[in-house]
């Protein structure tokens, strides 16, 4: 069988990704990782992906047993590279040798490999997009940036039990800070809802440089917009990698209740001067995104 050029779900985490990965993930025509065989449970791959999709969206829910489709960071490391995994900064092109790109193409071939109705491999990474490298690997690759408010991602990430913010930027997820944000850092009073809000505007504004870079293959949907319309949204992102929406997708995404609620949350959970510091370090961002 001939296959679709891979597809990418990218965001900064936090964003709506895991669930607009789980939604596309319904089509039978796609193939991707799930947490089993993120746990090294390859044995009976397909009928895993078969599983899933009959099961219901609760299978999917975290904190607890579960079958999911998964980033799949720990199979990644062990199969490609930990370069890929959780790098200090965005890699790029120049970070893509023949090696990694061999291991790159086995990683995605062994994923379709005896799948009889996938098309299209499609996974999903968080942070920084890595789509300069990918876009390498993969020249025809297609991108989905699923970007959301970034007062409510600031938000979020400041209740999860990962965050490392706390520790500064010399111990948390993403590099250390450009010298112009850490001194807008600085100027904020170093506090951990700025330096969340600072997060979200950098890897937003790397997001933004691969866009303007992969053009056609690149395309950004607004989390708060698949929850009002997901019809709409879900179409875009099928077309865009090269799926139509057909029955069995639609049976598949009926098993989910999307709801616009908590999207405004950050306005109970952080208070008007944190809100009103966020928005000042992130305004310009939030407006070409269409956030009041």
Known sequence: MSHLPPAFILGTGRCGSTLVHELIARHPATGFVTNLDDLGIRQGNAQQLTLWRRLPAAVSEKGRARLAPSEGYRVLAREVSPALVDPAQDPTAGDLTPWLEERLHAFVDKRLGGLDSAE?????????????????????????H????????????????WWKGHLGPQGWHFGPLPAHLEQEWDRAGRTQPALAAIAWRMLVDRHEECAAELGEQWLTVRYEDVLEDSRTHLTRILEHIGLTWTEAFEAGISRYTLSPGRK????????????????????PQLARYGYA
């Open 120 to 144: 299209i491999f499609l996974h999903k990474f968080t942070g920084w997009p890595r789509a300069q490298l990918i876009a390498a690997a993969f020249p025809q690759a297609r991108f989905v």
């Open 146 to 161: 699923i970007v959301r408010d970034g007062r409510a991602v600031a938000n979020s990430w400041l209740q999860m039990d």
């Open 264 to 283: 405004a949350a950050y306005l109970k959970d952080l208070s008007a001067e944190q809100v009103a510091g966020i928005e000042a370090l992130i305004g």
